[in-house]
């Protein structure tokens, strides 16, 4: 799977979007990109994922740029509880494929 | 989203002892479950891949002889620490997916499970 580079952390302040960018210049034509956080002493949490056009859902948007270089999630009025480690992962989806976590963005959101 | 639940969510033990932690797939079977392990400020490290009937697949470095893993039906999967010692001490996570359509994979994760080796 193809490797990402995230910024280590990153402040927004509340209600505000916050945009965390990704960058995955060496993905292949048939990896997606996949968004998970994890709030501190749970398991990782299931934001959203896509493979070249954009999406959203009831928690973030998925920006993916024409070249599948870059992409950036976007959480759109962010609070207090959207403070996490987010994870960009690349990844072939194939039925029993794991995901392989890089070091996150720390996104702190602040009153 | 699909759930996932682990029992105990948090275990201390001596040095030496076995501890067993569950890993269940609460609203969909899954042939197919990741354990993963995470030290404090560090992120997920895959550990072995279960897989339901047959043998489970280990992480180079990860020795099956002390993490057993058992995946004995689609809904349930356990690793077991075995003679854990304090280096063993980690928030250990599993995780499933729903789908076996390519397209829509997307794991689900436990809550985790808090090790305290003393």
């Known amino acids: 799977d193809a490797k990402t580079t995230q910024p280590p952390s990153m402040d927004c302040a509340e209600g505000r979007a916050a945009n965390l960018p990704c960058n995955h210049s060496?993905?292949?034509?048939?990896?997606?990109v996949y968004w998970y956080r994890q709030i501190h002493s749970q398991g990782p949490q299931y934001i959203i994922h896509?493979?070249?056009n954009n999406e959203t859902n009831e928690m973030a948007s998925l920006i993916i740029t024409e070249d599948r270089k870059s992409s950036t999630l976007i959480l759109p009025h962010a609070t207090l509880r959207d403070t996490a480690v987010y994870y960009c992962?690349?990844?072939?989806?194939?039925?029993?494929?794991?995901?392989?976590f890089g070091g996150g963005t720390r996104l702190m959101v602040k009153p | 989203g699909a759930v996932v639940s682990q029992h105990p969510s948090w275990v201390i033990c001596k040095s030496g002892t076995s501890v067993k932690i569950e890993c269940r797939s609460l609203?969909?079977?899954?042939?197919?479950m990741f354990w993963y392990r995470q030290f404090p400020k560090q992120s997920l490290m895959l550990m072995a891949t279960?897989?339901?009937?047959?043998?489970?697949?280990?992480e180079q470095g990860v020795e099956k002889d002390k993490f057993l893993i058992n995946h004995a039906s689609l809904t349930l999967s356990t690793l077991t620490v075995t003679s854990a010692h304090p280096e063993d001490s980690s928030f250990y996570i599993c995780?499933?997916?729903?789908?076996?359509?390519?397209?829509?994979?997307?794991?689900?994760f436990g809550p985790g499970t808090r090790l305290t080796v003393l």
């Open positions: 995780s499933a997916s729903p789908s076996i359509v390519a397209s829509t994979d997307t794991q689900y």
């Open positions: 060496t993905i292949s034509g048939n990896e997606y």
């Open positions: 896509g493979l070249k």
């Open positions: 992962i690349v990844r072939v989806v194939w039925a029993g494929n794991m995901l392989t």
């Open positions: 609203d969909f079977q899954a042939t197919t």
């Open positions: 279960s897989n339901e009937g047959s043998k489970a697949t280990y």
